[in-house]
């Protein structure tokens, strides 16, 4: 038992780093190019799942998919009985144009027709919609339709490592090349 009392303080830090890392947080990766210019494709960030009042402008960690495997870093825009569209390059939510913050303005390709106006979009007491910051390019709620609210895993607090480090890549084993 002499074992247990030395290596005791080892047990509990790693039992307690567990339980913080199952119920309080947890690391997302970015994966592709939907959140630029804010998140980058490669970064590293923490995620908050201990979230209790998500707001819309709230950059979150969603899952989607018939068994909710994917995982996806979107910006949420509304939640609860909701009418969204966009028309003429600006993002409508109930009617109002949507406030983007100075800090996290969205990217458009004005060049695009396709991404200009979009349907009407609505929600459910129990939805949410989210959209990517490059709205041009990003597979969000435009195309998988409103998620429910239960989807959100949790809200992002930081950039933990960006991605020009490729440092996530590497500690999977990815071999990945940037284009300059």
């Known amino acids: 038992m002499e074992w247990v009392r030395k290596f005791y303080p080892i047990f509990l830090f790693f039992g307690a780093l567990f339980l913080v890392r199952t119920y309080v947080f947890s690391f997302a990766l970015v994966v592709g190019s939907s959140m630029e210019p804010n998140f980058h494709d490669g970064d590293l960030v923490l995620m908050d799942k201990t979230f209790k009042n998500p707001g819309p ?6 899952e989607v998919g018939a068994r909710q495997r994917q995982k996806l870093v979107k910006r949420l825009v509304a939640m609860g009985r909701s ?3 966009i028309q003429d390059f600006v993002l409508y939510v109930n009617d109002t144009p949507f406030t983007e913050s100075d800090t996290h303005k969205p990217v458009w390709d004005y060049d695009r027709y396709d991404c200009r106006n979009s349907g009407v979009y609505t929600t459910a007491e129990d939805e949410i919609f989210v959209l990517g910051d490059n709205r041009c390019i990003s597979h969000d709620s435009r195309y998988i339709g409103p998620l429910k609210r239960n989807g959100m895993k949790g809200r992002i607090l930081l950039r933990v490592i960006p991605s020009k480090w490729n440092l996530p890549y ?11």
């Open 57 to 62: 402008g709230d950059v979150v960690v969603v």
């Open 170 to 180: 590497r500690l999977m084993g990815i071999r990945m090349r940037r284009m300059a």
């Open 83 to 85: 009418k969204i569209y």
